[in-house]
Structures are given as structure tokens and as C-alpha cells.
């Protein structure tokens, strides 16, 4: 989209033309001024200047910052809350007395077959 300008009853002689850079939240505008300054004729003549706007948006880095990694007394890093720890235990816990029951069970069923 181009948009112009036209001004008459202009002094004659040199004239500056100028935009300042628009900028708000994450938009940024370049603006380029070209032909400035303009020289207005004493004849009435055009004179010309060029103004372009050019949208630069804005990334914002993003800051990650991870959990701090402990060390446990066996040289095993762990990441999380220490409150985990004993859940997790009895969790791998429980998990290892249901496969010892099955194995167990199987092994007389085996046995009753046989």
C-alpha cells in the first residue's frame, strides 16, 4: 500500500521532510526518508521526498531455566523434589513384590501340572 502527500503554497527553497520511527509493544517500524530536503522551485515546480515504513517485528527470547540436578550420596544425579524419592521407592517396591508373587504362583502351577 502507497500512500502520497501533496502540499502547495510551499515557501520556495529548501524544505525537510521527516517521520519519526513508530514503536509500541512487540512492532517496530523503520521509517527511510529519502529526498529530504526537498528543494521547492520558485516557478512552482513539485518538488519530491520519499518516506517508506518498513514493519520489523520484535522476537523476544525466551529464558529457560531447568531444575537444579543434585547429586545423591551414590554418584546418581536426580532431578526433582526430594519428596519424590521415598514415593518412588515404594513404588519400585511394590512393583517388585507383585513380579515375585506371580513368578511364584506360575512356578506351583507348574508344579500342580506336572
Known amino acids: 500500500m502507497s500512500l502520497v502527500l501533496t502540499w502547495t503554497d510551499l515557501i520556495p527553497g529548501s524544505c525537510a521532510v521527516s517521520e519519526a520511527d513508530a514503536t509500541g509493544g512487540l512492532r517496530a517500524w ?5 529526498g529530504s530536503p526537498a ?6 515546480g513539485q518538488a ?5 515504513n518498513t514493519h520489523k517485528p520484535q522476537v523476544l527470547p525466551a529464558t529457560v531455566t531447568p531444575p537444579a540436578t543434585r547429586t545423591q ?5 536426580f532431578t526433582g523434589t526430594a519428596a ?4 518412588e521407592g515404594l513404588v519400585l517396591a511394590l512393583l517388585l513384590v507383585g513380579t515375585g508373587l506371580l513368578w511364584l504362583g506360575r512356578r506351583r502351577e507348574g508344579e500342580q501340572q506336572g
Not at 39 to 44: D, H, L, N
Not at 73 to 77: D, I, K, Q, V
Not at 84 to 87: A, D, F, I, K, Q
Request: zero cysteines; glycine letters at 16%; proline letters at 4%.
Open 30 to 34: 523503520i521509517t527511510v526518508v529519502s
Open 39 to 44: 528543494m521547492v522551485r520558485a516557478s512552482g
Open 48 to 52: 519530491t521526498a520519499r518516506v517508506s
Open 73 to 77: 550420596r551414590g554418584g546418581t544425579a
Open 84 to 87: 519424590g524419592v521415598p514415593l
